[in-house]
C-alpha cells in the first residue's frame, strides 16, 4: 500500500510539473525593442513614417514584449527623452489593450513634437541599452529612425564606445541631405561610420530603407 501511494504522489507531482512548464513563458524568447526617433531640424516631417513603423512594431510584438519609443534631440541619454515604455502583459487580452493605449500616446506626443537643434544619436544609444540591459530580454533590437548625421553641443563627450553584444541595431528611413545628392560619398561615409561604430561594440547592424521590408525587424537570429 505504502509503494502505491508513493507512486500516486510521484504521478501528482509529475503532473504539476509538466502543467508548469507547458505554462511558463520561455523568457529566452521575449523580445525587446527601442525605437529612436529623430527629431532634429526638418527631420520632423517624417514622422508619419515613423508612426507607421512603430504600427507594425506594435503588431508584431507578443505579450512578455517590451517595447519603448524615444526622440532623440539635443542630448538623449536621458529617461526624459523616452516618451513611452511598456512591457507587454502575458494574457494577451491585457496586451492589446495596453498596445492601444501605446499607439495613443505616441500619436499625442508627435503632434507636440518641436525640432531640436542638436542630433545626440550617441546619447540615445547609451540610453537605449541602459533600458534593454535592465529588462534583459532574450532579443534585443534598437531601431535608428533617422539620416544618421550626428550633431553634438559643444561640452558634450560622445567619443564612447558602444556596448552591443547581443543587439542588432537596425537604421531606418534614412533620408538623404541635401548635400548628399552633390556628393553621395557623405551619405555612404555616415552608413559607414554607424555600422563600423555598431560592429566594434560587438552589436550587427542593418540597414531598412524600403519600408515594405520591415519584417526583417523580426527575423530569427
Known amino acids: 500500500m505504502r509503494s502505491k501511494r508513493i507512486l500516486s504522489w510521484l504521478l501528482v507531482l ?19 525593442v527601442y525605437m529612436l526617433l529623430d527629431t ?36 538623449s541619454f536621458s529617461e526624459r ?11 494577451p487580452s491585457r496586451t492589446n489593450a495596453q498596445k492601444r493605449e501605446f499607439r495613443d500616446v505616441i500619436v499625442a506626443t508627435m503632434k507636440k513634437v518641436r525640432p531640436s537643434r542638436y542630433t545626440d ?37 560622445r567619443d564612447i564606445p558602444l556596448q552591443l553584444n547581443g543587439f542588432n541595431v537596425i537604421a531606418v528611413n534614412v533620408t538623404k541631405l541635401r548635400s548628399d545628392n552633390v556628393d553621395p560619398r557623405e551619405y555612404l561615409d555616415r552608413l559607414e561610420d554607424w555600422r563600423r561604430k555598431v560592429e566594434e561594440g560587438g552589436g550587427t547592424w542593418q540597414v531598412i530603407n524600403d519600408l515594405d521590408r520591415l519584417e526583417s525587424i523580426f527575423a530569427s537570429g
Open 14 to 32: 509529475s503532473s504539476a510539473f509538466y502543467v508548469t512548464a507547458c505554462t511558463e513563458r520561455d523568457v529566452s524568447l521575449d523580445h525587446g
Open 40 to 75: 532634429s531640424g526638418t527631420y520632423t516631417r517624417e514622422l508619419e513614417q515613423a508612426e507607421r513603423i512603430i504600427n507594425y512594431i506594435l503588431a508584431e510584438l507578443k505579450p512578455g514584449d517590451s517595447f519603448a519609443v524615444a526622440s532623440i534631440d539635443t542630448a
Open 81 to 91: 527623452d523616452i516618451w513611452f515604455k511598456k512591457t507587454f502583459d502575458d494574457r
Open 121 to 157: 544619436i550617441t546619447g540615445g544609444l547609451l540610453q537605449a541599452v541602459e533600458y534593454l540591459n535592465e529588462r534583459n530580454p532574450g532579443k534585443r533590437t534598437i531601431i535608428i529612425f533617422s539620416d544618421l548625421k550626428e550633431e553634438i553641443p559643444a561640452g558634450y563627450v
